[in-house]
């Protein structure tokens, strides 16, 4: 079954009020999911309300009783990994198994300068990456202490009480297209695959790749969900639709308008338009998109959106 689901940035604008009327639109209008990057603020100014990541996703698990939901996706810049999983396996049981564990290197400079988080080279985060996501998946999986050694975390004899409910506990999720850094770590420590603003020729090269990197890890093709998060520019009147075109397109510098953003990787079109993109992206191997809503406030976008797009993939 493809899960068609929703992404919103937890930096631009979000407060309790924004994310209480997300959380019941996704579960009343029939999404999968609902997924938040963790931010502390936008890349440039002006900041914005921005609500803590794991706080609101404790709010999340119990607001809700359907929808999964999770970071998309936390730096490991921001928090110890041995305090991250801990957080997650303990929102994972308050759900009842509905948390998704997306985890990442962190890439914003300029969030970390204002609240005082050491931002490092793309070759230390990368190496801190490594480390956590290697205490995280033997936390998760082990009910025996666990030791490990790293070059930027280490633990020493600790254990996860109480144990996840779920056997190796929350899914973890990487993100990110990159061939020589992203995948291999996917292959060797990840439940999902994200591919973000991918094309579908690169999805289709991407995916293949990982394909081909988890045999090497001696695990099927198959044990690692492939997901798409994306942006999607979508309206059913042609009129409304051709202004927003026109305005991403300027926005992202992008030339040739509907096409220029499809080639970028982004869902554009009225309902049938976005069902048929949409289409082909999960007969290529997508099993759950997070479709990217930026206007947090546009509950009536979102409830026309599920109307025309849901009922295809029911």
């Given amino acids: 079954m493809t899960q068609i689901g929703l992404m919103i940035e937890g930096q631009d604008g979000l407060n309790w009020q924004r994310w209480q009327r997300l959380l019941q639109?996704?579960?009343?209008?029939?999404?999968?999911?609902?997924?938040?990057?963790?931010?502390?603020?936008?890349?440039?100014?002006?900041?914005?309300?921005?609500?803590?990541?794991?706080?609101?996703?404790?709010?999340?698990?119990?607001?809700?009783?359907r929808i999964?939901?999770?970071?998309?996706?936390?730096?490991?810049?921001?928090?110890?990994?041995?305090?991250?999983?801990?957080?997650?396996?303990?929102?994972?049981?308050?759900?009842?198994?509905?948390l998704v564990l997306g985890l990442g290197a962190g890439w914003q400079e300029r969030e970390h300068n204002k609240f005082?988080?050491?931002?490092?080279?793309?070759?230390?985060?990368y190496a801190m990456f490594t480390d956590a996501l290697a205490i995280t998946t033997r936390l998760l999986a082990s009910q025996h202490p666990v030791t490990y050694r790293g070059r930027h975390f280490s633990v020493d004899d600790a254990v996860l009480l109480p144990h996840p409910a779920r056997p190796a506990g929350p899914p973890v999720l990487i993100g990110g297209n990159g061939p020589e850094k992203t995948l291999p770590?996917?292959?060797?420590?990840?439940?999902?695959?994200?591919a973000v603003y991918a094309s579908l020729d690169l999805f289709k090269q991407r995916s293949s790749r990982l394909d081909d990197m988890l045999q090497a890890q001696g695990r099927e093709p198959h044990s690692v969900k492939r997901s798409?998060?994306?942006?999607?520019?979508?309206?059913?009147?042609?009129?409304?639709?051709?202004?927003?075109?026109?305005?991403?397109?300027?926005?992202?510098?992008?030339?040739?308008?509907a096409e220029g953003l499809r080639a970028a990787?982004?869902?554009?079109?009225?309902?049938?338009?976005?069902?048929?993109?949409?289409?082909?992206?999960?007969?290529?191997?997508?099993?759950?998109?997070?479709?990217?809503?930026?206007?947090?406030d546009d509950i009536d976008g979102l409830e026309q959106l599920a109307a025309d797009v849901l009922p295809s993939f029911a």
């Fill in 228 to 257: 798409l998060m994306t942006r999607v520019v979508y309206d059913r009147d042609e009129t409304a639709l051709n202004r927003k075109i026109e305005a991403t397109a300027a926005g992202w510098g992008i030339k040739d308008g």
């Fill in 185 to 194: 770590l996917v292959a060797q420590y990840a439940q999902e695959w994200n």
């Fill in 68 to 98: 999964e939901f999770g970071p998309l996706v936390s730096p490991v810049t921001f928090r110890h990994p041995s305090m991250t999983v801990r957080m997650a396996a303990a929102v994972d049981d308050l759900s009842n198994g509905r």
């Fill in 25 to 65: 639109a996704a579960e009343d209008f029939g999404f999968q999911c609902l997924f938040r990057s963790d931010h502390f603020t936008n890349n440039n100014p002006p900041d914005k309300d921005s609500l803590e990541l794991w706080v609101s996703l404790t709010y999340a698990a119990t607001a809700t009783k």
């Fill in 265 to 296: 990787g982004m869902l554009v079109g009225t309902g049938p338009a976005l069902v048929e993109q949409l289409g082909r992206y999960a007969e290529a191997g997508v099993q759950r998109f997070m479709l990217q809503w930026l206007d947090q």
């Fill in 116 to 125: 005082g988080v050491p931002f490092y080279d793309f070759e230390t985060r």
